[in-house]
């Protein structure tokens, strides 16, 4: 034995030849974090001073090699003054470094996942092999950072710059037959023959048969690269980077002008480069905002799972309403692995949803996705029908009719008669309170809101809704269900528009006002999504929606708090009604819809609804973008906050990550939890406050003004 940590413990296993073997004691997987840099370090030290070593051979005995550094760490590390994070990262560094500079060859022997810290970690040894199940990359710009254990400075000068750049800013990880394409593997051998392999390899490297010290050299060397070629190289991919990530997200086009930077440098230089642009960007609010969802994506995960535990078996689900939503959710229930009946009462409407169905399928097909024997296998999986018995063995029945109270407490209230007790009945209705449909059931505790998102197969958001007699086991299934279905669940408590509708009526009525006091609509929309970050501003996300729906699901909003939302005479959103301008769906909203000459969607701004909006609108102000920003957002982040004073919503992390997955909120900043946070409470509640006089939606709750008084924050101090 040559050394033995924590996680992870070198020795002697034939002659002149170690192992290090990284084996977590705890957790499922061996990471980078702190304790275990500290270990490896101590083990490297030992290693330096066997002058009977010939070779090292890296392995791991979990399933994985190394998932990465520990995220839970970051936002605490990220948060240290600037001197001693760059401390934290020379440490690390000199750490690989010593590894890559022992005096023997070095291989990795990798097994499943070995991403960001672990591929850096790879990296800094001679040779890598890998079985077929191995995965790599460098995911760090998808947090708002970049590799800082040498990834930037190491990966280009063993795959070449052009391959580096993809796999940085992209930040996709690649199995093992494409990284052996790529030259990052060695070799891929079955899993079973992953250490002999190793072995035999290392022996050849020992015996001088592979020239190790040469591709050691490059990686000490700068890029071989000419001035042309990497002028060509640089500039080509910063322009793709550039309009690829947008402004707000400024990671990939960092970490291909720290590669650029360094292109002529050895590795000391080289990596002082990465730390430097490392931290700049570790300390940005977007790395702080994406590595937040991160960390609450992976609460939700945790809640799920525990919900799992006290959940029923569901099987074998039914969808009523075989519409854009049913078709929708039976579809993806099926590609789950769990068969829907998808009961309709028009014929016409079911060979739509298997339509539908099949369209996805095909995309999947075409693209590689999926074979054609799955293809089949989900199709079938989807039970078409017209009447009752076919759901009558269902776990789960997910109600998904028209949006009208009265049908679909009818609706309901049949199935509850066709169904077993212990079946689940769920409800996908938008707005409609989950203990008003409950009202006349005989099993309300077997009964809540299941509300998706459209499009359903690409929107991971479900609110799982809790009436007032739903029971914890209801909850818990369906909770359970929509994470089986590949979704991420947000369980929120009753009322009209439950969380995520709740607080985007109030942006809604904040645009309507706006267009009232004379702005214009395509500036709204311009500034919302460029500046903001909006994936749609508000008129385009209306169009899309379809102004009917936004005018019907105003109204109830309206009805359920009268206090802030109802209003006095017309606003846009009924002009456009009234006009029968219902949006992207009949070609004319605010916007009017055509094809340009390659069949591609294409909006105008029309000019028959500025027409139609000069009836209620006031002429023209020019605002500037930040008076937009906050007459739109403020109504929204006021009532977010409501709905956690209220319990609507548990927690900061549970209503930034329904907003993140449900509406599109700007990942780069993190939700609005996360963005007040950002702010300073403080400055929002002046900020606030100027607005005031526009009415009871444009003012904070007391507990916001407490908290911002007592100078606290949503989330407190993390990592
Ligand atoms: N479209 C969206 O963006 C969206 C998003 C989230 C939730 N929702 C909600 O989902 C529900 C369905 O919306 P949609 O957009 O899919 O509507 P849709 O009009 O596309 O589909 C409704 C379907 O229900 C069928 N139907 C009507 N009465 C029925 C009955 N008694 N039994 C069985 N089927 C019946 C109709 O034939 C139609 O096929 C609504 O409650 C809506 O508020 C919609």
Not at 155 to 179: F, S
Not at 240 to 257: D, Q, S
Not at 317 to 336: E, K, N, T
Request: charged content about 20%; hydrophobic content about 45%; proline content about 4%.
């Amino acid at each position: 034995m040559i050394y033995q940590g924590e996680n992870l413990s070198v020795r002697y296993i034939a002659d002149g030849i170690a192992e290090l073997t990284f084996d977590a004691k705890q957790g499922s997987v061996n990471k980078l974090d702190k304790s275990t840099l500290v270990s490896l370090d101590e083990a490297i030290t030992a290693l330096q001073q066997q002058s009977a070593l010939q070779g090292l051979l890296v392995s791991s005995a979990k399933d994985a090699f190394i998932v990465g550094a520990d995220i839970t760490e970051f936002l605490g590390l990220f948060a240290l003054p600037e001197q001693e994070l760059a401390a934290w990262l020379t440490k690390a560094n000199d750490i690989f470094n010593a590894l890559e500079d022992l005096a023997v060859p070095t291989i990795s022997a990798i097994n499943g996942y070995a991403l960001g810290g672990g591929c850096e970690f790879i990296l800094s040894t001679d040779l890598r092999v890998g079985e077929p199940g191995a995965r790599i990359g460098l995911p760090e710009t998808q947090l708002g950072i970049m590799p800082g254990f040498g990834g930037t400075v190491r990966l280009p000068r063993v795959i070449g710059a052009d391959n580096a750049m993809e796999w940085i800013t992209t930040g996709k990880n690649y199995k093992a037959a494409a990284a052996q394409k790529f030259g990052m593997l060695d070799a891929v051998v079955p899993a079973e023959k992953l250490r002999d392999a190793a072995l035999a390899m290392l022996q050849d490297a020992i015996s001088e048969k592979i020239d190790w010290q040469s591709r050691r050299q490059a990686k000490l060397s700068p890029l071989a690269l000419n001035q042309i070629e990497a002028t060509m190289s640089f500039n080509c991919a910063k322009g793709m980077v550039i309009a690829k990530a947008g402004p707000h997200y400024p990671a990939p086009i960092t970490a291909v002008k720290t590669m650029e930077k360094a292109a002529r440098c050895g590795r000391t230089e080289a990596l002082a480069l990465e730390g430097k642009y490392f931290i700049g960007l570790a300390q940005s609010e977007v790395a702080q905002a994406l590595v937040g969802i991160f960390l609450n994506d992976q609460q939700l995960k945790g809640l799920a799972k525990k919900a799992s535990k006290n959940a029923q078996n569901i099987n074998q689900a039914a969808v009523l309403g075989a519409g854009i939503m049913g078709g929708g959710i039976a579809y993806q229930s099926a590609s789950r692995g769990v068969p829907a009946v998808m009961k309709d009462i028009n014929q016409a409407a079911l060979e739509l949803g298997m339509n539908e169905a099949s369209k996805l399928l095909n995309k999947q097909l075409e693209r590689g996705r999926i074979d054609g024997l799955k293809m089949g296998k989900i199709l079938s999986a989807i039970n078409p029908s017209l009447n009752y018995e076919a759901i009558a063995n269902c776990d789960i029945v997910v109600e998904a009719v028209v949006e009208n109270p009265k049908i679909k407490a009818a609706v309901i209230q049949e199935v509850e008669q066709k169904v077993s007790e212990d079946t689940i009945v769920a409800s996908n209705t938008s707005t409609i309170p989950i203990s008003l449909l409950a009202k006349n059931l005989s099993r309300p505790e077997k009964f809540c809101g299941m509300h998706f998102f459209n499009p359903v197969h690409r929107m991971p958001l479900v609110e799982v809704i809790r009436g007032e007699k739903t029971s914890q086991e209801t909850i818990d299934s369906v909770v359970a269900y929509a994470a089986k279905m590949g979704k991420t669940p947000v369980v929120v408590n009753d009322c009209p528009g439950f969380f995520v509708n709740r607080v985007l009526f109030p942006y809604f009525f904040g645009f309507t006002r706006l267009l009232q006091d004379g702005a214009d609509f395509v500036k709204v929309d311009k500034i919302m999504e460029k500046q903001f970050g909006w994936p749609m501003g508000p008129a385009y996300l209306l169009d899309v929606v379809g102004i009917d729906t936004g005018h019907h699901a105003g109204a109830v909003m309206a009805s359920g708090f009268p206090e802030r939302m109802s209003k006095d005479g017309e606003d846009a959103i009924d002009v456009m009604y009234q006009a029968e301008r219902f949006g992207q769906k009949n070609g004319l909203g605010f916007y009017a819809y055509t094809k340009d000459r390659r069949g591609k969607p294409k909006k105008d701004a029309d000019p028959a609804s500025y027409d139609l909006l000069k009836q209620i609108c006031n002429e023209r102000y020019e605002y500037s973008s930040e008076q937009i920003i906050a007459r739109m957002m403020i109504p929204m982040i006021n009532e977010v906050v409501r709905c956690l004073e209220e319990g609507i919503i548990q927690s900061p992390a549970e209503a930034d990550m329904a907003l993140v997955y449900g509406l599109g909120f700007p990942p780069f900043r993190g939700g609005v939890f996360r963005y007040l946070d950002t702010m300073g409470l403080d400055k929002y509640v002046a900020l606030a406050d100027q607005y005031a006089d526009l009415g009871p939606l444009y003012q904070v709750t007391d507990g916001l003004r407490a908290k911002a008084a007592a100078g606290e924050t949503y989330y407190g101090k993390q990592g």
